[in-house]
Structures are given as structure tokens and as C-alpha cells.
């Protein structure tokens, strides 16, 4: 299996920044694995899992990114990646959950909490602040992994949790 690298941009959102990260990797023979981009606030995070060819290393691919203008004023890291880049049964998606409502102090710990109790693993998370004008609502989204026979429990417990908030919880299983 070829080296794989952790590789992380974090720094000011700019227009293009994802099709420069990209572009240059392509341009290095990077295949690109699990990868996410987020914009956090007025700052931005890429990251992702790169299969690398024989020839280039993490810190080859550090140097290049750095190199790059749409970077300027970013922090840069490529390191290896020391674990199996496939996921488990664990990293299998079976629900995505959207919680929605005023924001709460503790939210995503109290619903953390209660992944934890059925034994689901929380496979990717995304919280947000919406700006008043798109209605001020905090959104909170679950890609979660149950187990089966705990399915039924722990989506009627986090439902509960969130109506109890005051919140509104939508619930879709995944086929991915």
C-alpha cells in the first residue's frame, strides 16, 4: 500500500483556497482519501488522508503547499499517517441527525454523551451558529454509527434530549 499523510491547512477563507490545495497535490500525483473543508467563521480548515507516490513524502508535501500564494498567512503540516486510512464497521454511517434551536450551553456534550451510552461512534460532526439574518439557530449534525440492536433507543434518547431543549431533531438513516 502506498505512504499515507495527514495533511492540514488551517488559515484565512479565501475563494480558490480548496482548488489550489487540490490542484497541487494532483500536480504531485497525491490521490486524495477522506478530506473535509470547513470555513470557521473568517478563518478555514482543510484537511485530508493523501496516498502518496513512492517518491514524495509528508514533508515534501508540506514544503510544496507552502509555497503556494493562495496559502499565505496559513499554517501547514503534512505528517504520516500512522493509522489504517480504511475505516471499521465503527466508521460506517447509519444515521445523520440535524439538531436545530436556540443555541444551548453543553449541547454536544449532553448528545455526545448519550452516542456514547448506546456505544455509537460519531463519525463526523458538524455544529454551527447560524448569523441572525438566516433566523440565528444553532444547528448541530450527527453522522453517526449504531450498533443495530441499539438503534431504536438511542435515536428515541436523543430525540428526547433534544425536546427537552426545546430543539427540533431530524433523523435519516444513511446508505453510505
Do not use: W
Not at 500525483?29 to 478530506?35: A, E, I, K, P
Request: aromatic content about 6%; glycine content about 8%; charged content about 20%.
Amino acid at each position: 500500500m502506498a505512504s499515507v499523510a495527514l495533511v492540514s491547512v488551517l488559515g484565512p477563507d479565501r475563494v480558490g483556497l480548496v482548488a489550489a490545495i487540490a490542484e497541487h497535490l494532483f500536480d504531485v500525483g497525491v490521490n486524495l482519501r477522506d478530506t473535509t473543508f470547513t470555513a470557521l467563521g473568517a478563518g478555514a480548515e482543510f484537511v485530508a488522508l493523501c496516498e502518496l507516490p513512492a517518491d514524495l513524502t509528508a514533508a515534501d508535501i508540506e514544503a510544496g503547499l507552502k509555497q503556494l500564494p493562495e496559502l499565505e498567512g496559513a499554517d501547514v503540516r503534512a505528517v504520516p499517517y500512522a493509522f489504517d486510512p480504511s475505516p471499521g464497521p465503527a466508521g460506517t454511517i447509519t444515521h445523520r441527525i440535524a439538531i436545530s434551536g436556540a443555541d444551548q450551553l453543553g449541547l454536544v456534550a449532553r448528545l455526545s454523551e448519550v452516542f456514547k451510552q448506546y456505544e455509537a461512534n460519531i463519525v463526523r460532526l458538524e455544529a454551527r451558529k447560524l448569523p441572525d439574518a438566516e433566523g440565528g439557530l444553532y444547528v448541530t449534525r450527527f453522522a453517526v454509527s449504531i450498533p443495530a440492536d441499539r438503534t431504536d433507543l438511542c435515536l428515541a434518547t436523543v430525540s428526547n434530549t433534544a425536546g427537552s431543549l426545546r430543539m427540533d431533531c431530524d433523523v435519516e438513516e444513511s446508505s453510505l
